[in-house]
Every structure is written in C-alpha cells, then in structure tokens.
Nanobody, 120 residues
Framework: QLQASGGGLVQAGGSLRVSCAAS????????MGWFRQSSGKEREFVAA????????SCADSVKGRFTISRDNAKNTVFLQMNSLKPEDTAVYYC???????????????WGQGTQVTVSS
C-alpha cells in the first residue's frame, strides 16, 4: 500500500528526492513519516508531516538538509535530501500513523524501503 522509490547512489554533497506513493487506501488524514535503517543499526526517525502539511518535524541529524512534503491529491509524500553525507546511507522507509510521532512503533503502515547510498 506504500511504495517508496527514488533511491540510488549519489556523491557526498549531492541531492536526491525519494517518494512514497500510497495505493489501496487514502492516507490524506494520516501523519506520514520517513525512517531509515543502516546495517547493524536500529531504524531511526528522519521526518514526519501532518496530513494538512501544517506541521513537520525533522531529526536533528538532517535538519536544514532534508525537507518533507506531501501531495494529498496524489497520495504521495516526498523527502528532498540535500547536502548528503556518507552517514545518510541507509534504506529509507515511509510509514503512516494516526498520530504525530517519531517512534517506529507508532506507525501502522510501512513501505518496502528504498536504498540510498552516499559515496565519499
């Protein structure tokens, strides 16, 4: 129901935009979030956005570099990633929750993930 795409290989300092398209149901009233998980580490919060786009939150590690946005008409959420660093390398997952939260357990629906690799 959530399909993430747009990952790839990029050099440090570059930009990438990942997308998450929802199908099968509408997520316009849900909080949409992005998480990431790198090898050997726990899944960590990246960013979240309220259904109305009036409220967003980003992890300190990406603040000022990443921007989350959504298009409810297209049932799609985006994560624009600029000034990428090697430590941003991870599988990026989109998820949907009925509440504004930064913990994975608060999210009910998950996409399959898309790999982002940043080379130094």
């Amino acid at each position: 129901q959530l399909q993430a795409s747009g990952g790839g290989l990029v050099q440090a300092g570059g930009s990438l935009r990942v997308s998450c398209a929802a199908s099968g149901r509408t997520f316009s009233s849900y909080v949409m979030g992005w998480f990431r998980q790198s090898s050997g580490k726990e899944r960590e919060f990246v960013a979240a956005i309220r259904w109305s786009s009036a409220g967003t939150s980003c992890a300190d590690s990406v603040k000022g570099r990443f921007t989350i946005s959504r298009d409810n008409a297209k049932n799609t959420v985006f994560l624009q990633m600029n000034s990428l660093k090697p430590e941003d390398t991870a599988v990026y997952y989109c998820a949907a929750s009925r509440r504004f939260a930064d913990t994975p357990t608060a999210y009910d629906y998950w996409g399959q993930g898309t790999q982002v690799t940043v080379s130094s």
